[in-house]
């Protein structure tokens, strides 16, 4: 993987000055677990870049900076006991979010690696390398609402299906088609398929 993609690339198409360690901890992460998950096709890890670039100011963020209140008592979340929602609350460039998510996200990098921590018991060891680029992995593979990889719409180009929920959707699919022009141009160096 290290040979599709660089921190200077990354630094290339990112809107600003990115965390060199938040940014870092991506590409540790799909160096491990990149080729297993399918992001290894240009096309694919673009998608994925414009998702994650876009949660997380270009790498600017690796939590969220509300406390996590908000969360607290949601059980759709899976926050049933009190503190929950300050405890689990968004981490990753994806801002993983909730017992839920911490349990899901656990179970599936156990797969991944048997050593992989108990982020319900530790939820700050998300914000660990490689975790915390492994957590926005998860969330590509199966933690998004369809509950599948996004894989499949990347493989269409389909951004629309890839952004369809969430905040600022608008500035998502903008995001998405710059950096996707970007990689068709060869202006950051990542060729689509």
């Known amino acids: 993987m290290s040979s599709l993609l660089t921190a200077a690339l990354l630094r290339k198409i990112s809107k600003g ?5 938040n940014m870092n901890s991506v590409l540790i992460a799909l160096d491990r ?5 399918g992001l290894d096709q240009p096309h694919r890890l673009a998608h994925f870049l414009s998702q994650i670039m876009h949660e997380s100011g270009s790498f600017k963020y690796d939590q969220e900076i509300a406390s996590g209140a908000a969360y607290e008592g949601r059980k759709d979340l899976g926050n049933t006991f009190k503190g929950d929602g300050k405890k689990f609350k968004g981490r990753g460039p994806m801002q993983l979010t909730g017992r839920r998510n911490y349990a899901a996200f656990t179970k599936w990098a156990r797969k991944l690696d048997p050593s992989a921590p108990d982020f319900v018991a530790h939820p700050e060891l ?3 390398d490689p975790w915390e680029g492994a957590s926005a992995i ?3 593979e199966v933690g998004n609402p369809t509950d599948k ?3 499949a719409y990347a493989d269409q180009n389909n951004a629309e299906m890839i952004h369809q929920e969430g905040e600022r959707r608008p500035q998502r699919l903008c995001r998405s088609a710059r950096i996707l022009r970007s990689c068709r141009t060869g202006h950051a160096g990542l060729r689509p398929d």
């Open 126 to 128: 998300v914000n660990t």
């Open 138 to 140: 998860w969330y590509w």
């Open 17 to 21: 000055t990115p965390n060199a360690a």
């Open 149 to 151: 990889s996004l894989n």
């Open 33 to 37: 677990f990149g080729t297993t998950t």
